[in-house]
């Protein structure tokens, strides 16, 4: 089964410092990978996919990721912390194997940026 | 901005009544979804749809049901509301092709007493 994981429940990080955000992935064939943001109370918020092509990824707010197809890794990051960084930042696989080719998330990571 | 509406956005129920969760969106989007958000935040896919009269449901087992009268339209409704089904639903929706993402409301925030 497709699958990512999400392995850091928090990642705490001075405001100004860079940011990374880890994701690893399982699937059969190539990936097709999402990161979204979720504000408290709020839905998820696109921020950058990857499909195919620049293994560098940039998306929203000035996040960017990066495909690692040799570690299956499609970790987010930020050169400079925001506090307004501070959210729940989930990593998402498309699944080919199951009808209605859904996303499967991962279990969430709350960024906690302090000033 | 989001054009994708869920309403109410905050819901306090009491035990064995019946409920339906709105979800609207304006984008023309056939492929629909609905997640269940539990307190520790993952998400599980419950139901989901390719388009009007086309229904599913997802992984997770989930006692509510949903219909897709119109292609803007992907209601949740739950007939006989328990404590057990206190969440966050999200709703989202697609367009064609795998290559694109979801876009999300803001969810509903459901409690049942």
């Known amino acids: 089964a497709q699958s990512v994981a999400q392995p850091e429940d928090q990642v705490n990080v001075a405001e100004g410092n860079p940011l990374t955000v880890k994701c690893t992935y399982s699937?059969?064939?190539?990936?097709?990978l999402f990161w979204y943001v979720q504000y408290p109370n709020r839905g998820l918020q696109f921020l950058l996919k990857y499909i195919t092509g620049d293994n560098l990824v940039k998306g929203s707010y000035g996040f960017e990721a990066e495909f690692n197809k040799s570690q299956t890794s499609f970790h987010l990051k930020k050169p400079s912390a925001l506090v307004s960084d501070s959210a729940l930042y989930f990593c998402a696989v498309r699944d080919f194997h199951q009808a209605g080719t859904a996303l499967i998330f991962g279990k969430g990571t709350t960024l906690s940026v302090s000033s | 901005e989001a054009d994708i509406y869920q309403t109410p956005r905050y819901l306090v129920i009491g035990t064995g009544k019946k409920i339906t969760l709105e979800c609207s969106q304006t984008?023309?989007?056939?492929?629909m979804y609905w997640y269940q958000q539990d307190p520790g935040m993952e998400l599980h896919l419950i139901h989901y749809s390719y388009g009007v009269n086309s229904t599913e449901k997802g992984d997770l087992s989930s006692e509510s049901t949903v219909s897709r009268i119109r292609t803007e339209h992907f209601p949740l409704t739950l007939e006989s509301a328990r404590p057990s089904h206190t969440s966050q639903y999200l709703c989202?929706?697609?367009?064609?092709?795998?290559?694109?993402?979801?876009?999300f409301g803001s969810g509903t925030r459901l409690t049942v007493v």
């Open positions: 699937v059969s064939g190539n990936p097709y």
């Open positions: 989202a929706s697609s367009e064609p092709g795998e290559n694109y993402g979801y876009t």
């Open positions: 984008m023309g989007h056939d492929k």
